[in-house]
């Protein structure tokens, strides 16, 4: 069984900055061996991809709103999955999930999510 823990998320002002902090747990599962991943919803919309990062090679992928702005990274030792959030914009204001794609079918497992709200 696969746990994911966000932290990080809050209230900042536009032009600010956050990061999120996402923990994995499990008894056989490593985030090095996986596609980790964040997305984000904000009221009244669908859930939409931010971000991800590839097992192994580390290669990112970022949705065209964030790129330039935000940046996904991972601690193996730590089993963490972060996401950079910088130059925040009140569009960015959502709720946010981390995700782990552990088949290379999809993320299929997910976090309770962690608020992040931007004034202007």
């Known amino acids: 069984q696969v746990q994911l823990v966000e932290s990080g998320g809050g209230l900042v002002q536009a032009g600010g900055s956050l990061r999120l902090s996402c923990v994995a747990s499990?008894?056989?599962?490593?985030?090095?061996?996986?596609?980790m991943g964040w997305f984000r919803q904000a009221p009244g919309l669908e859930r939409e991809f931010v971000a991800s990062?590839?097992?192994?090679?580390?290669?990112?992928n970022y949705a065209d709103s964030v790129k330039g702005r935000f940046t996904i990274s991972r601690d193996n030792a730590k089993n963490t999955v972060y996401l950079q959030m910088n130059s925040l914009k009140p569009e960015d204001t959502a709720v946010y999930y981390c995700?782990?794609?552990?088949?290379?079918?999809?993320?299929?497992?997910w976090g309770q999510g962690t608020q992040v709200t931007v004034s202007s």
């Open positions: 499990g008894r056989t599962f490593n985030i090095y061996g996986n596609t």
């Open positions: 990062i590839s097992r192994g090679r580390l290669n990112t």
């Open positions: 995700a782990a794609d552990t088949a290379g079918t999809g993320f299929e497992h």
